[in-house]
């Protein structure tokens, strides 16, 4: 059974920073690429960061570039999304993702929910003004 369990969010007061952590298992994860997704009140789930499955790659939300960093170890088992300089819009919960590599065309594809294979439960993040 594949389960994503995020973990490290909170509450935190503007320009603070956090760190979320995504522990994998149930599959073989070095062979996903995964991805951060958060979901505001009241609004749709919108993509945050990805990173390929040898994290050689990354990709960002232009509403985070320069300010979450996306990572992986994965003789961890474990993905990471370190979030600097928080904002109160970047309030939302935070989900973790993972979709086959063997699927093409990561590049065009990695800001879809719809891409993803498995998903965790969530993990609030709130950042007060």
């Known amino acids: 059974q594949v389960q994503l369990v995020e973990s490290g969010g909170g509450l935190v007061q503007a320009g603070g920073s956090l760190r979320l952590s995504c522990a994998a298992s149930?599959?073989?994860?070095?062979?996903?690429?995964m991805g951060w997704f958060r979901q505001a009140p009241g609004k749709d789930r919108t993509f945050v960061a990805a990173?390929?499955?040898?994290?050689?790659?990354?990709y960002y939300a232009d509403s985070v570039k320069g300010r979450f960093t996306i990572s992986r170890v994965n003789a961890k088992n474990t993905v990471y999304l370190q979030m600097n300089i928080l904002k109160p819009e970047d309030t939302a919960v935070y989900y973790c993702?993972?979709?086959?590599?063997?699927?093409?065309?990561?590049?065009?594809?990695?800001?879809?929910?719809?891409?993803?294979?498995?998903w965790g439960q969530g993990t609030q993040v709130t950042v007060s003004s």
């Open positions: 990173l390929s499955w040898s994290g050689d790659t990354t």
């Open positions: 149930g599959l073989t994860f070095s062979t996903y690429n």
């Open positions: 993702a993972a979709r086959r590599a063997q699927k093409t065309y990561f590049s065009g594809r990695y800001y879809l929910i719809d891409e993803y294979d498995y």
